[in-house]
């Protein structure tokens, strides 16, 4: 079974800048898209952006210029720097993965993390 950890939230003045990171672990299976979605209280859980093994990224609108999604393939983990950061960025941050198990079945399969908190104050 994949699992997710998350790292890097904690609060910080509206602004500056946090990292927050997401590394997976698991055995035999191979990851084709990561994400990072958040949800502030009372809210749904929103896209913020994803990257494919091969690179391809989107995101938010309210995040563009202002978030980085990368990837390191190697250790099956994705970061998300974020700068210039808005008290409306205020939210729970979780990691999202999608892929394929080689030996099992079913073989695609979908984790989460379990969020990691961030608190923009203005």
């Known amino acids: 079974q994949v699992r997710l950890v998350e790292s890097g939230g904690g609060l910080v003045q509206a602004g500056g800048s946090l990292r927050l990171s997401c590394a997976a672990s698991?055995?035999?299976?191979?990851?084709?898209?990561m994400a990072w979605y958040r949800q502030a209280p009372g809210k749904q859980r929103d896209l913020v952006a994803t990257?494919?093994?091969?690179?391809?990224?989107t995101y938010a609108d309210s995040v563009k210029g202002r978030f980085t999604i990368s990837r390191d393939n190697a250790k099956n983990t994705v970061y998300l720097q974020m700068n210039s950061l808005e008290p409306e960025d205020t939210a729970a941050y979780y990691c999202?993965?999608?892929?394929?198990?080689?030996?099992?079945?079913?073989?695609?399969?979908?984790?989460w993390g379990q969020g990691t908190q961030v608190t923009v104050s203005s």
């Open positions: 990257i494919s093994s091969g690179g391809s990224i």
């Open positions: 698991g055995s035999d299976y191979r990851i084709d898209v």
């Open positions: 999202h993965a999608s892929g394929r198990y080689y030996y099992s079945y079913p073989d695609t399969f979908v984790a």
